[in-house]
């Protein structure tokens, strides 16, 4: 057993436990050869950051899995392009010409974008791009080819073989008008090309048949087989399960309900239910679900406007069975937790504490266990998760937070002049040596230009508050310009002890309020160095010159 085998089953990071309950599954390999992962997209609508989280779950439960087995993985991300058009998406170009297409398959509707032959193919080749943009090893499958080349036909005979059986799951899930209607099978009329919802009035087993009603009242005859049919939805994964022989598979708490009875169909075809994991959904800034339709989330493209694709990833690692918040304000804690854990993770490596022994500290490279120390830890870390185990080397570099703090005290509107203060702090850092941080620089000024700045609220300091803000502004006058920012911190610290504040909070809540506009900040000792001395000094003093720094 290799070591890392053996630190990733005692790994309490959640991937790592979810990979052994797939270890536990495939004590043999399946027949099929591989282990398969699957996630499915609606392609009624653009990929989004729902989208995105799923994929990238479910990529790192299959590299955790890779980690404890030599048994080859797939991972499908299936396109239900089949389903039919309810309504027309309200961010269409042309959405005329696809309500007159209502009901059909996505596959059989123009592209009202006018770039693919359907409006099916256009929302998958989205999907690719989409995922292709953000590295995922994945197959792309679409439903209509599955149905019509024939990949599901041997369980569509065995649903109509067990129509009753299956029935018997869904009916008690119905209210008493649906039941009327209702059949697992979905035909495709050779009229119209819909998708209908059609009483199934007679089946024939042996002939692979079932005969519906039509919308006009006509009785007709259609192979279940060859995409003339499609499964209601829930059949439909319950079928997929079995026809594919899905291993791993994971959803939001909205299909928990549904669970039960996609693994009863499954088992009814023959099949055996993948394991399952259920993660809770997010909600937007007043606690409520997010809602594509009402738009109360964020998409990615919003999240990538102030963080980096790194920090949207950590966020999507973090405690998945918990309900969060997925709005603006989450980001840059996130930025700044998501390189908190990746100078961690580099703190500890033995290429680190090497480097610490030959600068005359004490280190734990020269023990033998510092490497199995330090992968131990590695494997809970979700740098090496979010980095398939190869997590890039940390930079001292500013975090989000503090560079957010300078661009809202400076009045910055151009990453350039972010960047002044930067190379003044770090002179041989710039966009081109370092691109993460020239994002985090473009980040935080969107950042500061669309939430920070309209809310910005200054007051005057108290009496009290402007002695010591002026204790502290003559001891910056008077320290020399190689101090360092613990130095200075240190030296906040003092001040706020030598003056009558209930507590130290409220002097760094008077810092906040009265220099920086805003009721939390940064450590100050940092912003006062990546500020600037001088500039400090003098933002001290048209405080107690009671300017009004919203002017």
């Known amino acids: 057993m290799t070591p890392i085998k053996q630190l990733a089953l005692q790994s309490t990071a ?17 027949a099929k050869g591989y282990v398969l992962f699957e996630t499915g997209y609606g392609p009624s609508g653009l990929p989004h950051i729902g989208t995105f989280m799923e994929v990238f ?9 890779q980690q404890l087995s030599d048994i080859p993985t797939r991972l499908f991300c299936i396109s239900d392009d089949m389903d039919g058009l309810r309504k027309v998406p309200e961010n269409i170009p042309n959405p005329e010409m696809v309500r007159n297409h209502l009901g059909k398959p996505l596959t059989s509707i123009p592209d009202p974008f006018g770039t693919h032959e359907s409006y099916g193919a256009h929302m998958n080749a989205r999907l690719c791009g989409f995922l292709d943009h953000y590295g995922f090893e994945y197959e792309f499958l679409s439903s ?21 059986d299956i029935m018997a799951v869904m009916l008690p899930t119905l209210g008493a008008e649906r039941q009327a209607t209702y059949s697992p099978f979905m035909p495709v009329s050779a009229k119209t090309g819909q998708v209908l919802q059609a009483p199934v009035v007679e089946r024939n087993v042996a002939a692979g048949t079932i005969v519906y009603k039509d919308d006009d009242g006509a009785l007709v005859e259609t192979p279940v087989t060859g995409g003339r049919c499609k499964l209601q939805w829930k059949p439909d994964f319950g079928m997929r399960w079995a026809a594919l022989d899905v291993d791993y598979e994971m959803y939001g708490k909205d299909h928990q309900p549904n669970a039960q009875l996609y693994t009863g169909i499954c088992k009814i075809l023959g099949g055996r239910g993948p394991e399952q994991y259920v993660y809770e959904m997010f909600l937007d800034a007043e606690g409520k679900k997010i809602s594509k339709s009402k738009g109360n989330g964020i998409s990615i493209e919003q999240w990538l406007r102030y963080g980096p694709p790194e920090s949207l990833s950590y966020y999507m690692f973090l405690s998945p069975r918990k309900a969060k918040r997925l709005y603006f304000d989450v980001i840059p804690r996130a930025v700044d937790d998501y390189q908190t854990f990746l100078e961690k993770y580099w703190n500890c490596h033995p290429e680190r504490s090497a480097q610490r ?14 490497s199995l120390s330090f992968a131990q830890d590695g494997l809970n870390n979700p740098v090496w998760h979010i980095h398939s185990g190869h997590p890039p080397k940390s930079e001292n570099i ?17 990453p350039k002049v972010l960047w002044g203060f930067v190379s003044n702090y770090l002179p041989d850092v710039s966009p081109q040596s370092h691109p993460f941080l020239d994002q985090l620089v473009k980040g935080a000024v969107n950042y500061y230009h669309d939430f920070v700045k309209p809310a910005k609220k200054y007051r005057l300091p108290t009496e009290a508050e402007a002695k010591a803000l002026g204790e502290l502004a003559n001891y910056l006058e008077q320290a020399p310009a190689t101090i360092t920012a613990e130095d200075i911190q240190t030296e906040i610290y003092d001040i706020g ?19 920086l506009g805003q009721p939390q900040g940064p450590r100050m000792g940092s912003f006062v160095k990546l500020f600037g001395k001088a500039e400090t000094i003098r933002l001290i003093r048209r405080v107690l010159a009671k300017e009004d720094l919203a002017a």
């Open 497 to 515: 002890k030598r003056h009558p504040f209930p507590e130290l909070k409220a002097w760094f809540s008077a810092l906040y309020e009265t220099l």
């Open 14 to 30: 959640w991937p790592f436990e979810e990979a052994r309950k797939l270890l536990e599954r495939t004590k043999a390999p399946p």
């Open 398 to 414: 500013p975090g989000f937070n503090l560079l957010l703090n300078v661009a809202s005290v400076a009045g910055v509107e151009d």
């Open 144 to 164: 209509t080819e599955q149905y019509r080349k024939g990949v599901y036909d041997a369980k569509l005979l065995e649903v109509l073989k067990h129509y009753d």
């Open 357 to 370: 022994a030959a600068e005359g500290s004490q280190a734990v490279a020269q023990d033998p266990s510092a």
């Open 57 to 65: 779950r479910t990529t790192l439960v299959r590299h955790a899995f």
